[in-house]
């Protein structure tokens, strides 16, 4: 069941969630968005889902709900976390929520804990490995895919073997019915053009990113994952920070680096196809494969339509226009720059994104249009 609540009340689920480890209350999710109500952010959908959900999410700075901030002993309060979370520190690189955040939301679950927090950790709907700066390669190193992998391993082994010590919180029929969530690649693809002359070199990359998302998805599996959830990557190309520290790039209708998108979609495009295999070799499996790109690129190509007014600047950075970005003076170090409201805004700091953003992106994943096969997350509360 459904109902429309204005924008202004979502900030009363924060408080509700903070009370409460496996909380009743009702989680919103931003409506999808038509040309009359685009330019605010009016009114919201309300579902619930009646079944205790569980995810595991694995990823970077994208679907980071503060394992960056855990592993390095800091906070990321004010800036970030203004819009939301306000004078609490969110831990989240962004001014308020993350799309993995409007995404719980959607299924009425808490928001995750990382798994690196040690004070009271939630882990009644599952675990985020995800961290800040993640990439797929070098297999094995710290915090990169693999070792995330291996640590949802070592995780649902002690908890199974705490169960029969009180330990009631998860079961082993959560860990088959989860949603394992798999949003990583955008640094590895950053990280080869930083040290590669040749954007064809980036290209010859690809495949070694792909077998390890390949070698993860099988990871999980075995230790009896079914339900797979992948985003593919972002337009990287459009990233203010690439734009302003890469001048001279050869730039697209949109102002975007075309040589950095050209390789992310090719990215996506072997993602796609590993997903397409993966079905045929997991029988039992579902697998779904969301494409952010396009929902990311059309908010940019069609900024205006969203009530967005900078699509490649800054909220939060120093410079001024085109980029407001300074690679010496980032947001969050002393001199930076803040605009009044994030809602005009697509970029965050320069390479993520700000709440408003996320809450349209979040929205067209839950419309399944941009799904392969187009189901909804509500498919796994049955």
């Not at 895919?145 to 908890?159: D, G, H, W």
């Not at 009631?168 to 590895?188: H, R, T, V």
Request: charged share 15%; aromatic share 12%.
């Amino acid at each position: 069941m459904c109902n429309i609540l204005s924008y202004k009340r979502t900030e009363q689920v924060y408080m509700k969630m903070k009370t409460s480890s496996r909380t009743n209350s009702t989680f919103v999710l931003f409506a999808c968005f038509s040309m009359l109500c685009i330019s605010q952010l009016a009114n919201v959908v309300v579902c619930e889902c009646s079944k205790n959900m569980v995810i595991f999410n694995f990823g970077d700075s994208n679907s980071d709900t503060g394992g960056y901030a855990a592993a390095h002993g800091i906070r990321f309060g004010f800036p970030d976390g203004r819009t939301f979370f306000h004078d609490q520190p969110s831990d989240r690189l962004c001014d308020g929520r993350i799309i993995l955040d409007f995404l719980c939301e959607s299924l009425n679950m808490s928001y995750l804990s990382p798994y690196l927090e040690s004070v009271k950790p939630n882990f009644n709907n599952g675990v985020n490995f995800a961290i800040g700066g993640a990439t797929t390669l070098p297999k094995n190193a710290l915090f990169t895919l693999s070792t995330q992998v291996l640590q949802f391993i070592r995780f649902k082994a002690r908890y199974l073997q705490l169960q029969s010590k009180g330990l009631k919180d998860l079961a082993e029929e959560d860990f088959k019915n989860a949603i394992y969530m798999i949003d990583i690649g955008q640094n590895d693809i950053a990280n080869a053009f930083s040290y590669l002359s040749q954007a064809s070199q980036v290209l010859e990359k690809i495949p070694s990113f792909i077998s390890e998302i390949q070698a993860a998805i099988w990871g999980i599996y075995n230790n009896s994952g079914k339900n797979f959830w992948v985003h593919n990557t972002g337009p990287l190309g459009c990233l203010p920070q690439k734009l302003a520290t890469r001048n001279g790039s050869n730039l697209n209708d949109y102002g975007c680096i075309k040589s950095m998108n050209e390789a992310a979609d090719a990215f996506n495009n072997q993602l796609r196809a590993l997903c397409e295999q993966l079905r045929l070799q997991m029988k039992d499996a579902t697998i779904v494969y969301v494409n952010i790109y396009a929902i990311k690129y059309d908010l940019i190509a069609n900024s205006s339509a969203y009530g967005i007014q900078n699509p490649l600047m800054v909220c939060c950075g120093y410079g001024g226009p085109p980029y407001n970005y300074n690679s010496n003076i980032t947001c969050r170090q002393s001199g930076y720059s803040l605009c009044e409201d994030g809602s005009a805004y697509i970029s965050w700091d320069g390479v993520h994104y700000t709440e408003y953003a996320n809450a349209i992106v979040a929205s067209k994943i839950l419309s399944t249009n941009y799904s392969t096969p187009p189901l909804n997350l509500n498919h796994f509360c049955t």
